[in-house]
């Protein structure tokens, strides 16, 4: 089949405006050059890739009309995120505002200080031309007064200048609707640092306010990590897969998230997070910041490159049921922190530390005895995005469950080769055969070719030369716990339950409602569980003394193992009396230290964690 070749004026046109900003509203007018002779539908995505979960961005629409050669047109409401216009002989253009005040990294928000967008949440997709070149004009907010308040807004975005320059108000350009809607667009007064990984710019643009922000520190300690995963995935050429990369980070109070795009990242952080001038200790807040960057940018690769079979491409008006999400969050969260070590920005005995977490985190949950990691992936729309209070005892996490997977896989391949394999090279056979090429420019207006659950399992195999395939099932389609001590040993480390007897507790996560103390979730199992708490009650005393949000550790504290304590708490605003029997906590903990012997383990060790670039 041809393609009939294309230009700028057949291309698709927008231009967005933050129109109202105290109202959040963005303006944006869409202009179709050929519209459909059968009337043109429009649409606008019910998700955004990344996150798992229908979100129904066109709620957020809050008045759309159509105009056909200058006169307004009918445009009839087909479901709750699409439209078609009546038949139009000329361009046809349709005007929309976007209500933006959704402070996260997957929608819009627009107010005095700033404006961020994704594609998602504000551009129509021309259904039939999502392959032609699509041109959007940024243009600044009005200033109807003359304060020249706006003055110093700029732009920050991986979209391609068309006529624009850098950092400026002006028009971009994206290939096709699938490369408009994956690079979200920054504007405002944001700080920007700049620094080169392997000769690709790469640019911070920081919003939000951060007093004595250590930017020297930062951008030294991001290339480190660009550095690293670029030489990881191209040792020979170091060749990174885009032409420019940018972190769009927006600092609060209190935060935390990112969003990963095939050049570009969202983030959002705590300001206490971000490193202080002079202060040149690492800080669990931003070890925890330059993991979610790591977390980000390894997508870069694994899900923006690599992808699963049924994202590539992404039917955006629906869920897309993937049983891989395991491999592309699991994965990519292992090597985040697995990055930090490789880089010199953590020892080793901090990551291990970190390994440990991971590992009692994941546990606590009795999910993980329940759902697999393949079947949390493809239940992530239903379960691990729309959490509730069981979650804890019905759903695993294909995130913290999935790096261990990871790491199984990765110690296995390491000792079952005497370390001429790895994880690392089952990515990099992953990379060059389905990531490298995915949007080569011969596959314009076409996709590459996703993975299959078939694919993984066999270059697992072929990779390693082993037989993994019973490993895999084990780990990804069981609900077993991973034989990690095992893994462990041969690479001299040592996993060893904690010798201390833990503190007795409820094992319950609270919540903070005010001063009081509400029990978010009662583990499976646990102390509270036993005695009948449920989630959502209300602690108010044990033994007839008050209870709060901040005193319910230093409460238990005075309590030992085999007492039996008389909790008091509200329910439906009912007063209910328990009798809970304290006991050492039920979950098995572990750490996880280096060992000098076998020295053949040791070295495995020493090679797994040692820098490349
Ligand atoms: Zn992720």
Known sequence: MTRRSTTKKDAIHYTIRPADLALHLFEVTLTIATPDPEGQVVSLPAWIPGSYMIREFARNIVQIRAECAGRKVKLTKLDKHSWRAARCDGALSLHYQVYAWDLSVRAAHLDQTHGFFNGTSTFLQVHGQESLPHVVEILPPADPDGSDAYANWRVATALRELKARRHRFGSYIADNYDELIDHPVEMGEFELIRFDAHGVPHEMAITGRVPNLDTARLSADLKQICEQQIAFFEPTTKRAPMERYVFLTMVVGDGYGGLEHRASTALICSRNDLPVKGQPSM?????????????????????????????????????????????????????????????????????????????????????????????????????????????????????????????????TIRAGTQGKRSLDDVMRALWRRYGRDFYAPKLAGAFGKGVTEADIDALFDEISGLSLKALLDKAVRGTKDLPLAEAFAALAVSMTPTSKPAKPGLEVRTRKEGSDCKLASVHEGGAAHRAGLSAGDVLVAIDGLRVTASNLDATLARYRGGDTISPHAFRRDELMTFSVDLKADSVTQYAIDARDKPLAGAKLRKAWLKARA
Not at 290 to 307: A, D, M, P
Not at 320 to 334: A, H, K
Request: charged share 20%.
């Open 283 to 411: 800080s669990e807040g931003y070890r925890g910041f330059l993991g979610l960057c790591s977390h980000e940018y390894f997508h870069t690769w694994n899900v923006k490159r690599i992808k699963p079979a049924v994202f590539a491409p992404y039917d955006l008006r629906h869920e897309n049921y993937t049983p891989l999400l395991w491999l592309f969050e699991g994965f990519t969260s292992y090597y985040d922190d697995l990055v930090l070590v490789r880089a010199g920005l953590i020892d080793e005995k901090t990551y291990l530390g970190m390994l440990a977490k991971t590992l009692n985190g994941v546990l606590r949950g009795s999910g993980r005895l329940k759902q697999s990691v393949a079947e949390s992936s493809f239940d992530a729309w239903t379960k691990y995005y729309r959490q509730d209070e069981n979650a804890p005892n019905a759903v695993v996490s294909y995130y913290t469950k999935g790096s261990l997977v990871a790491l199984l896989l990765d110690l």
